[in-house]
Nanobody, 126 residues
Framework: QVQLVESGGGLVQAGGSARLSCVAS????????RGWFRQAPGKEREFVAA??????????SLAESVKGRFTISRDNAKNTVYLQMNSLKPEDTAVYYC?????????????????WGQGTQVTVSS
């Protein structure tokens, strides 16, 4: 089993920045691909960013709505993935979830992830 714990959420003013962290513990060798999703009230959970790791290095994927503003990175030594969020907008307000899947292929699909954190709230005020 893998446990994921997010941190770094909170209240941010529009135009500001925040960095989310997600630490994995347990059977972490199975977390080749890590992702961030978000869910706003009354909306479905949506893909934000993903990063995988293999012998050839890292690959990333970002949702169109966050390209140029968000960056995903990982520190394998710390079993941690980061989501750097810049130029935040009120529409970025959501609960942000960290996820992991046991294959080294990027995915933007919720059900293709095997493990989930409990989420961290990010609120962007206008």
């Amino acid at each position: 089993q893998v446990q994921l714990v997010e941190s770094g959420g909170g209240l941010v003013q529009a135009g500001g920045s925040a960095r989310l962290s997600c630490v994995a513990s347990g059977r972490t060798f199975g977390t080749y691909t890590r992702g961030w999703f978000r869910q706003a009230p009354g909306k479905e959970r949506e893909f934000v960013a993903a990063i995988n790791w293999s012998w050839s290095g890292f690959s990333t994927s970002l949702a169109e709505s966050v390209k140029g503003r968000f960056t995903i990175s990982r520190d394998n030594a710390k079993n941690t993935v980061y989501l750097q969020m810049n130029s935040l907008k009120p529409e970025d307000t959501a609960v942000y979830y960290c996820a992991a899947r046991e294959v080294p292929y990027l995915s933007e699909v919720v059900y293709e992830y095997d493990y989930w954190g409990q989420g961290t709230q990010v609120t962007v005020s206008s």
